[in-house]
């Protein structure tokens, strides 16, 4: 072969690894398409931007492309820098505003998203939000096939729905990521994966463990180890939450071992830190700390892994009071301290609520503007709600009003019925000072008031039976009277001791061939010496017919036959 020969064919062959570095275009007649043909083409430079220049020039040299080329641009920086910054965030932005200039709702939703998940990986959660909530608002109406990478799209929001708590809603576009994408591929087990974790924290576990072993079965057919490692991991979740910790450490081990095999070091560390909690509960400390050990050294390289950080050291602090030491407790607390500190904007819960503080604040204005809306243009239907609002207002005010009074009346008969029975007693109480205060007069003044406690208790039933019942729960007041009624202990000596006056052998009888009687068996039998019956015994008592009943046979078993000679003396 000739040296031209060779010459030729060194060029042709140069030539084509030179376009090989470059992105590919298609020209058909589907724009958004030809678009996601683009995107599948995008490729991590690492630090090499000049490279990445070149690699995106075909699409930068394309005026209908512009908006892809700054985002992809922004995501070449991001790994450049491999963390927030001023560079990356010019070019998202210029997508953004590039795309609301087109009038292309599709490529508008791609750039606001491509700037939201480069937000998201480094955990800026409160400037993700807002932008998350104009393009859940702008996806809503769309078909799959407006959508550039549908089944991305939805993934995508699902996951940071998920990370934010609302479960519910993830799972809506995680189903709708689940319809459209292709089967039986990464995409797909991933999206499986993730519909299972969301009905694991929703508490389903039934349904988290058909999501979790379907990604298991997808991911060991495509093959896809990484996959499969993590849906093992998640599964680990399960067991952990039903006590069966010998299966989740093996699940988890072996989650690890596949995720260093492919150098997938981010779920190295999620699953060694959520092993060293499994064997925390397993009340294995030092094993523990060894899978911790080893999170915190992938930990520590990204600034992005603070919140997996703090995990860490908290779960040593834990092994080190659950040890009874205090080795290295000052460092863990003082990085502990700085790294919640970090966290208070970025990663933190402080910074997950203030992001759902915005979407609820959003779903409220949104609110505040649908019923400015109805002001603006439905301005009739507005005069029509007034009306009818001041009518049932009208009507609500009359039936309170009606209720009020009702109430009132019912409370003022309450209490004039109260009032009524209380200065009964109160003048049966004046009658015994006026007259002599004998026997005759206390026998009177206990008939009295047997007869004010039977009506008493007559009122207390009807009143039960009526619709003022609340008001003598509320207030008690005709208990409350009764219960005054009843023979206190004032009332029984001043009894006691008239009875003494006018029944002093019989009296002084009990004191000496009855000791064993009780006060309260004294009170039945001087009762019964002034001829009361059982029912009004129990009255004046306030216990039943029946107490006093078994009072007197208790007694009769306890004297025994000294009762029939005290029962003599009782007639």
């Given at each position: 072969?000739?040296a031209?020969?060779i010459?030729?064919?060194?060029?042709?062959?140069?030539?084509?690894?030179?376009?090989?570095?470059?992105?590919?275009?298609?020209?058909?007649?589907?724009?958004?398409?030809?678009?996601?043909?683009?995107?599948?083409?995008?490729?991590?430079?690492?630090?090499d931007t000049?490279?990445?220049?070149?690699?995106?020039?075909?699409?930068?040299?394309?005026?209908?492309?512009d908006?892809?080329?700054?985002?992809?641009?922004?995501?070449?920086?991001?790994?450049?820098?491999?963390?927030i910054?001023?560079?990356s965030?010019?070019?998202y932005?210029?997508?953004?505003?590039?795309a609301?200039?087109?009038?292309?709702?599709?490529?508008?939703?791609w750039?606001?998203?491509?700037y939201?998940?480069?937000?998201?990986?480094?955990?800026?959660?409160?400037?993700?939000?807002?932008?998350?909530?104009?393009?859940?608002?702008?996806?809503e109406?769309?078909?799959?096939?407006?959508?550039?990478?549908?089944?991305?799209?939805?993934?995508?929001?699902?996951?940071i729905?998920?990370?934010?708590?609302?479960?519910?809603?993830?799972?809506?576009?995680?189903?709708?990521?689940?319809?459209?994408?292709?089967k039986?591929?990464?995409?797909?087990?991933?999206?499986?994966?993730?519909?299972?974790?969301?009905?694991f924290?929703?508490?389903?576990?039934?349904?988290?463990?058909f999501?979790?072993?379907?990604?298991v079965?997808?991911?060991k057919?495509?093959?896809?180890?990484?996959?499969?490692?993590k849906?093992?991991?998640?599964?680990?979740?399960?067991?952990?939450?039903?006590?069966?910790?010998?299966?989740?450490i093996?699940?988890?081990?072996?989650?690890?071992?596949?995720s260093?095999e492919?150098?997938?070091?981010q779920?190295?560390?999620?699953?060694?830190?959520?092993?060293?909690?499994?064997?925390?509960?397993?009340?294995?400390?030092?094993?523990?700390?060894?899978?911790?050990n080893?999170?915190?050294?992938?930990?520590?390289?990204?600034?992005?892994?603070k919140?997996s950080?703090?995990?860490?050291?908290?779960?040593?602090?834990?092994?080190l009071?659950?040890?009874?030491?205090?080795?290295?407790?000052?460092?863990?607390?003082?990085?502990?301290?700085?790294?919640?500190?970090?966290?208070?904007?970025?990663?933190g819960?402080l910074?997950?609520?203030?992001?759902n503080?915005?979407?609820?604040?959003?779903?409220?204005?949104?609110?505040?503007?649908e019923?400015?809306?109805?002001?603006?243009?439905?301005?009739?239907?507005?005069?029509?709600?007034?009306?009818?609002?001041?009518?049932?207002?009208?009507?609500?005010?009359?039936?309170?009003?009606?209720f009020?009074?009702?109430?009132?009346?019912?409370q003022?008969?309450?209490?004039?019925?109260?009032?009524?029975?209380?200065?009964?007693?109160?003048?049966?109480?004046?009658?015994?000072?006026?007259?002599?205060?004998?026997?005759?007069?206390?026998?009177?003044?206990?008939?009295?008031?047997?007869?004010?406690?039977?009506k008493?208790?007559?009122?207390?039933?009807?009143?039960?039976?009526?619709?003022?019942?609340?008001?003598?729960?509320e207030?008690?007041?005709?208990n409350?009277?009764?219960?005054?009624?009843l023979?206190?202990?004032?009332?029984?000596?001043?009894?006691?001791r008239?009875?003494?006056?006018?029944?002093?052998?019989?009296?002084?009888?009990?004191?000496?061939?009855?000791?064993?009687?009780?006060?309260?068996?004294?009170?039945?039998?001087?009762?019964?010496?002034?001829?009361?019956?059982?029912?009004e015994?129990?009255?004046?008592?306030g216990?039943?017919?029946e107490?006093?009943?078994?009072?007197?046979?208790?007694?009769?078993?306890?004297?025994?036959?000294?009762?029939?000679s005290?029962?003599?003396?009782?007639?």
């Amino acid at each position: 072969m000739s040296a031209k020969k060779i010459y030729f064919i060194v060029l042709f062959f140069l030539a084509l690894i030179i376009n090989a570095q470059k992105i590919q275009i298609n020209s058909s007649k589907n724009y958004l398409q030809d678009i996601e043909s683009i995107l599948l083409q995008e490729k991590n430079f690492d630090t090499d931007t000049t490279d990445l220049k070149k690699y995106l020039s075909p699409i930068n040299q394309n005026p209908k492309y512009d908006v892809i080329y700054q985002g992809l641009l922004a995501n070449g920086y991001s790994n450049f820098y491999n963390s927030i910054n001023k560079t990356s965030d010019n070019y998202y932005l210029n997508s953004i505003q590039k795309a609301k200039v087109s009038k292309n709702i599709s490529l508008e939703i791609w750039s606001k998203l491509n700037y939201i998940n480069y937000l998201y990986y480094y955990r800026d959660y409160i400037r993700l939000t807002p932008f998350l909530l104009e393009l859940m608002a702008q996806i809503e109406p769309l078909e799959a096939d407006q959508i550039i990478t549908a089944d991305e799209t939805y993934k995508r929001i699902g996951w940071i729905l998920y990370t934010f708590g609302d479960y519910n809603k993830s799972l809506h576009y995680l189903k709708l990521a689940e319809k459209t994408a292709k089967k039986n591929t990464s995409e797909y087990a991933s999206i499986i994966n993730s519909i299972g974790m969301n009905y694991f924290y929703i508490g389903d576990y039934k349904m988290a463990s058909f999501y979790l072993n379907e990604t298991v079965k997808i991911s060991k057919k495509i093959p896809d180890d990484v996959r499969y490692a993590k849906a093992l991991g998640d599964l680990a979740n399960i067991s952990q939450k039903k006590g069966d910790y010998k299966t989740a450490i093996a699940l988890l081990q072996k989650d690890i071992q596949i995720s260093e095999e492919y150098l997938s070091n981010q779920n190295t560390m999620y699953a060694s830190i959520l092993l060293a909690e499994v064997f925390l509960k397993n009340k294995q400390p030092e094993e523990a700390i060894l899978f911790l050990n080893k999170a915190e050294n992938i930990a520590v390289t990204k600034s992005y892994f603070k919140k997996s950080e703090l995990q860490i050291i908290q779960l040593k602090l834990q092994i080190l009071k659950l040890q009874h030491s205090t080795k290295n407790e000052l460092n863990l607390r003082r990085r502990m301290i700085v790294l919640e500190e970090s966290l208070k904007n970025e990663d933190g819960d402080l910074a997950i609520n203030q992001a759902n503080w915005i979407i609820e604040k959003n779903k409220y204005q949104q609110h505040i503007d649908e019923a400015n809306e109805i002001i603006q243009y439905e301005a009739t239907l507005k005069k029509f709600y007034i009306i009818i609002f001041i009518m049932l207002l009208s009507t609500v005010l009359i039936i309170v009003i009606h209720f009020r009074k009702k109430y009132k009346n019912k409370q003022l008969k309450y209490e004039q019925k109260v009032k009524a029975l209380e200065l009964e007693k109160v003048k049966a109480e004046q009658k015994l000072t006026e007259v002599n205060d004998d026997i005759k007069s206390q026998i009177d003044y206990l008939k009295e008031k047997n007869f004010q406690i039977k009506k008493l208790k007559t009122e207390i039933e009807n009143i039960k039976k009526s619709s003022s019942y609340y008001l003598e729960k509320e207030k008690g007041k005709l208990n409350a009277l009764l219960e005054s009624h009843l023979m206190t202990d004032g009332n029984w000596n001043t009894f006691k001791r008239e009875f003494q006056k006018e029944y002093p052998e019989f009296y002084t009888l009990l004191q000496q061939d009855f000791p064993e009687l009780t006060d309260s068996n004294k009170r039945i039998l001087l009762l019964q010496k002034l001829d009361f019956s059982n029912n009004e015994i129990a009255e004046l008592l306030g216990i039943t017919n029946e107490a006093v009943k078994k009072s007197k046979q208790r007694l009769k078993k306890k004297l025994g036959d000294k009762y029939d000679s005290l029962f003599n003396y009782l007639r």
